[in-house]
């Protein structure tokens, strides 16, 4: 594995470990052990998985989801840490950087940040680029959903275009911060936006991110 994936899986498995299976998350219903299950179903059960992405498939996702979720939550941590199999596309080096490093960096904000005491994470500037780099080229797709044009900006006056349109809401914060906004998470995002108010408004509660 990878540095940056390799860093966040353990870092993303110690923080479902301290926070324990019961504990909430930033993933709509989501106990801590439902994302832990969602987490080794992605990388173990290919057959799965494809509901994550496609709504016809979310049915067998769903039960398989569930009978990883009844497990002993210890094994889910550990299945976690060791990482997937031999035979998963995600065991290959470059695949696991493209595909995990930010899926696991916003798991881990999803555990940290649905918690009452939690303070932002301190990113060196090579993770945030890094971050910054997968944002730029996923922004079309997490964006898609906008209902009005959204530009992302770094403080430093770099801009990725999620959405063309008009009123234009531009977000503005560091690369971690717009990846867990760009993500869905915009509640939980420490980020400025720009813009009318009523699209600033439409932007807050837009279905961004990935999923179907």
Known sequence: MSTHAKRERLLLADLLESAGPDAPTLCGGWRTRDLAAHVVVRERRA??????????????LERVQSEFA????????????????????????????????????????????????WTARP???VFEDALWARLEKGARLLGR????????????????????????VTVTGEPGELTVFAFGRQDAAQVDLAGEKEAVSRVRDARLGISS
């Open 70 to 117: 009844a497990k002993p939550y210890e094994e889910l941590i550990q299945l976690i840490r060791t990482g997937p199999p031999r035979f998963s596309p995600y065991s290959v080096k470059q695949v696991d950087e493209a595909a995990n490093t930010v899926e696991f960096f916003v798991h881990a904000e999803d555990v940290r940040r649905a918690q009452p005491d």
């Open 47 to 60: 057959d799965a998985a494809g509901g994550i992405l496609f709504g016809a498939l979310r049915g067998r």
């Open 145 to 168: 959903k906008s209902p009005v044009g959204l530009v992302l900006r770094r403080p430093d006056g770099q801009t990725a275009v999620a959405h063309r349109g008009t009123p234009v």
């Open 123 to 125: 990113l060196d500037r």
